[in-house]
């Protein structure tokens, strides 16, 4: 009898395919597995004295760095979108949609370093921005870099951004100049500059030993950090200091509201991605939630459809959901709150009101409705939220 090697007997096989199996359901069981994460314990960024940066600086542009800063200048609501490309960036890391995270602190080592890439590339997709011939980058025609650093000035520079007789072949062919970033999610701070790099303006330092001679501070990729004293050479886009990052608000929520977002109340709120939106468009009212925020509490594939079926579930509670179609921008600008754009709900508690009610307030099939307040918001509901269909009017008006 000839027994054919490497084959496995059928009962073998059988096992096998079972073990298969079991691994295959264990990998969707964790796919589909809510996670939580603790309030981080320590800051995201570290701001140096000799590198704190004021808002509303007026600065003279260089004359090696106006062509830079003419083009950044030019390109159409160029700050608008570079905020965005800084939030967008750090989002994509935290993938809250699969991994339930939602600060910087929660990212592994590998992702913190990466970063910085993820903010070069975004940026160069946001601005179409062309390669370099030495560098990464082309603005205006000229070669420039990109460099993120979560403190600010701690931008790491590599040898061939800078003229150096002493680097040989790994020297610059030029004292380039470069785009360094920085952002806070902790605190919605964020900062562009530009500046020429040389071999003064990096980092030195007293070699150790009787002579105590100043030699280059290099790190061990032999890269340097720029000098406290090369902060006056950098040249500060939109003015300096920026606090409007595009808001994180998971991060900014206190923790106790977050916690009964995300794990407290209802027993099968960790199985159900329903519940948790619900919650979010409970405890978060007359402010702006984006789809970040959806997708990561709701940590499943369909989190924004979550959002269009809470207005369901929560209109029995006195609470609409409003979105950025049909009568509901309308709605929202009667009632002066922050109007959605696509990607965007804001909830809110209504109540019916007299049509000489004073406050903010639309109507619809000649009832008026008003944001609750006071005590109105701690009795019980006693008349559901009015149902907006994205085509019905209101106020006589289409949507």
Known sequence: MTIQMGLP?????????????????????????FRTWDPP????????????????????????LAAFVEWFYNQPEARERFRWALRDSLDELLDGQRTGRWAYQHLTKTEKTYLGTAVEVNLTK?????????LDWSIAGLDIDCKFSKDLGGWEIPMEMYL???HGERSGRADHAAVLTWMDDDTSRWAAGIARITDERLRWRRERGANGDLVRAYNRDNKRKLSDGAKSDVYWLWGGLQTDLPTNLLRHLDDETRDRILTASLPARASSGQQRVNQLFREVQNRLVGRQAVLTVGQQDDAPKRARDARIALRPEGIVVLGHQGSHPHAARKLELPVPIKGEWISTRLVPVSSDDARPKFS????????????????????????????????????
């Open 9 to 33: 007997f059928p009962q073998d096989a059988a096992q096998a395919g079972m073990q298969e199996s079991r691994a295959l359901a264990a990998k969707h069981s964790r796919r589909n597995t």
């Open 41 to 64: 314990r320590e800051a995201m960024s570290k701001v140096p004295r000799e590198w704190r940066i004021q808002s509303g600086l007026t600065q003279q542009v260089p004359d090696d």
């Open 126 to 134: 946001e601005f179409a921005i062309s390669n370099g011939v030495d």
């Open 164 to 166: 150096c007789a002493d």
């Open 364 to 399: 619809l099939n000649g009832q008026f409705w008003a944001c609750a307040r006071g005590t109105e918001l701690l009795g019980p509901v006693r008349v559901p939220a009015p149902d907006l269909p994205d085509k019905r009017r209101i106020d006589g008006q289409a949507p």
